[in-house]
């Protein structure tokens, strides 16, 4: 099946108008909208024989329970305001909210109702997914890989930033307050939910301020560390198969396990990311030794799809300075030191491209995405 069939049920025209034109412009691969402002047109439609409707999406004034259920899967009752009031045998969501946080309760609430259905899109979107790693911690990888997702989404671009790292510092740039996130993604791995990629959109956040998609972090650390690298490999893929993104930001640890490995390989491109320093080209030559090493025993050939980024970089600090090198290679991009790289508002961090760090991104942006990136 390559789309829902959704029917959107209330007594308010411009509302009903509103959100059909917002499934057709920015969801036409999801669903396939029918529109009904009027209870006995609707009460006909449901009548009608060999009716199918996924979700039937409805007010409180076209809602009784006198409605033919045969062929009905979904009931969601679209309330006015904050009270929510219970109605029986349908799920409850405030109609006044954001797009996509409205589609993706939606989303929500058929995948739980509906385990073991599998829709797949029918879009054709050319998602390319980027992982950012590094050997050394304290490396600025966050940094860059939530700068780069903030690059293309100024742009135009439909950003997800997945944070794999095993301290997650998500809520220290993003609200995390949908109530669901990496936990409840998790425990579908682990049971092998058919319909993934429809909880992936029904529980993955939304920053309002960029737009840029992501999962609140894991309620417990470990949750992270008790995934194989396969499950995290196919959860990569997962998400890059909703055929809801241009561009996936993968934000790993610094670990070089076999988790990291198995994310790595399910990454179309890599940005590794170096300091420049004693200790750190220490752990850069030990990196390359264990890559190589990789590359031996057939493994993905990661060095082929990197980006060597050297971030921080200031030569006029160290006189002398040799830049680290990986597999015979200097670095692509070297992102100069800057103060202004962070904004603080509001109690979270907010990253500052109007900089040097900013114009470095952008170059870094361009290459990994072999394009220029207009506004």
Partial sequence: ????????????????????????????????????????????????????????????????????????????????????????????????????????????IYSEKNPGETHISSASKDTKVIGVFSP??????TSIALGTALYCAQRGKKVFYLSLESIQSTPAFFSCDSGQGLSNIFFFLRESSKNIRLKIEGIRNIDIESGIHFFDPPEITLELEEMSPDEIAFLIGQIKHTDCYDCVMVDLSSELNSRNIAALGACDQIMMVFNGGDIADVKTSLLIKELEAICINKKPDLFKKSTLVLNRFNADQVPGYEEPELGGRTADIKIPADSSLLIQQEGRYQINLNNSFGKAIGELAEKVFNQTLCH
């Fill in 1 to 108: 099946m390559s789309k829902l069939n959704l029917v959107i049920a209330d007594t308010d025209r411009y509302y009903v108008e509103g959100l059909a034109g917002y499934l057709s412009c920015r969801q036409p691969h999801r669903f396939q909208a029918t529109c009904f402002t009027e209870e006995s047109y609707l009460t006909d439609y449901l009548y009608e024989p060999d009716t199918v409707v996924d979700i039937l999406l409805v007010s409180p004034e076209m809602y009784h329970l006198s409605l033919p259920t045969e062929g009905l899967n979904t009931v969601i009752m679209l309330s006015p305001g904050r009270h929510i009031e219970e109605y029986e045998n349908c799920e409850v969501i405030n109609k006044y909210q954001t797009g996509d946080k409205l589609v993706g309760n939606i989303l929500r």
């Fill in 136 to 141: 050394n911690g304290g490396a600025g990888k």
